[in-house]
């Protein structure tokens, strides 16, 4: 089953690093990779790629497509859409269901003024919260109780570089070195 | 016991959406207050002020003092301060400790490059996955566990508007209605 992020396109100059925070947390928590609809920005797509390709693993980033082709394409191939608003059921009351479902799950990250076509479309609207706070947040909470907390135990594929939890200070190992 | 959010200051342009919405995040997760340390950002106190004013809640926020400044008054006054860093000890080997502690907390969300001084002064440096992500979905992730989920039943004073979980669609009540 595959979780893949749809973070729909931003006003450029004002949410770009607010995407790029939505991409690496879709990363970070699991997910398989982002589509970033509507827009083509470089620099969002560096600089995920740039964690990507130092901490490991096969997200994916994929940008420019419509909107409307991307969910027209994801319902026809039999997944399910999930959009996370302010104004949906809260995640604890269904996340069960939506984690018991087998079918490929494209979760849907707005920015503000979303259209009522993506809340018709969706298969479940999910609030984190009824309160006004972040695209960002909302997605990491999504994960964790998606995944119940196994964010905490991945592993990234052919990662340069690996950080060890400490108590004070930093400890990163640099795995290119095991080849030497 | 109080629960601050302390929010290094930073790059102007860059990341003062970002800060928004680590101030954001700390209001819906139950967060008493943010200070942002080193910058006064006139546009972020009035986006935070802006949803305090309109769903409710004593959230304050402060700004401008320096950074070393307010982590020593803290200490002072008997708190302890919680780092949120990708270095640290994971937040589910350590959280129930945290919670455990009477101690008033300030709980660190940096921007990239802080100081070797906060992992000293920290008394937790606590890591939310050891990936590198977006300090707003750490410090919702990290407000979660603390406050085991009660986010999603906080009532917030004074609110003149609030949202009703809807499946389909936005229901929005406009609570000052009441007293007409």
């Given at each position: 089953?595959?979780?893949?992020?749809?973070?729909?396109?931003?006003r450029y100059e004002?949410d770009?690093?607010?995407?790029?925070?939505v991409?690496?947390?879709?990363?970070?928590?699991?997910?398989?990779g982002?589509?970033?609809?509507?827009?083509?920005?470089?620099n969002?797509?560096?600089?995920?790629?740039?964690v990507?390709?130092?901490?490991?693993?096969?997200?994916?980033?994929?940008?420019?497509e419509?909107?409307?082709t991307?969910l027209?394409?994801?319902k026809?191939l039999g997944?399910?859409?999930i959009?996370l608003?302010m104004?949906g059921?809260p995640?604890?009351?269904?996340?069960d269901?939506i984690?018991?479902?087998p079918?490929?799950?494209l979760?849907?990250v707005g920015?503000?003024k979303?259209?009522?076509?993506?809340?018709?479309?969706?298969?479940y609207?999910?609030s984190?919260?009824s309160q006004?706070?972040s695209?960002v947040?909302?997605l990491a909470?999504?994960?964790?109780?998606?995944?119940?907390?196994s964010?905490?135990?991945?592993k990234?594929?052919d990662?340069k570089?690996?950080?060890?939890?400490?108590?004070?200070?930093?400890?990163?190992h640099d795995l290119?070195?095991?080849?030497k």
């Amino acid at each position: 089953m595959k979780n893949v992020i749809l973070r729909l396109g931003h006003r450029y100059e004002r949410d770009k690093r607010i995407t790029t925070h939505v991409g690496l947390v879709a990363r970070a928590f699991g997910a398989d990779g982002i589509i970033i609809s509507d827009i083509n920005d470089s620099n969002v797509y560096e600089s995920i790629k740039d964690v990507v390709d130092r901490f490991g693993g096969n997200f994916f980033i994929e940008m420019g497509e419509k909107k409307q082709t991307i969910l027209k394409k994801w319902k026809d191939l039999g997944g399910e859409i999930i959009h996370l608003t302010m104004y949906g059921i809260p995640v604890p009351n269904i996340i069960d269901i939506i984690r018991k479902s087998p079918k490929d799950k494209l979760i849907i990250v707005g920015a503000s003024k979303v259209e009522r076509l993506v809340y018709e479309m969706a298969d479940y609207n999910v609030s984190i919260t009824s309160q006004p706070h972040s695209e960002v947040a909302a997605l990491a909470i999504f994960l964790d109780y998606l995944f119940q907390g196994s964010e905490f135990g991945l592993k990234f594929q052919d990662a340069k570089m690996e950080v060890i939890p400490s108590e004070k200070g930093k400890e990163v190992h640099d795995l290119r070195d095991k080849d030497k």
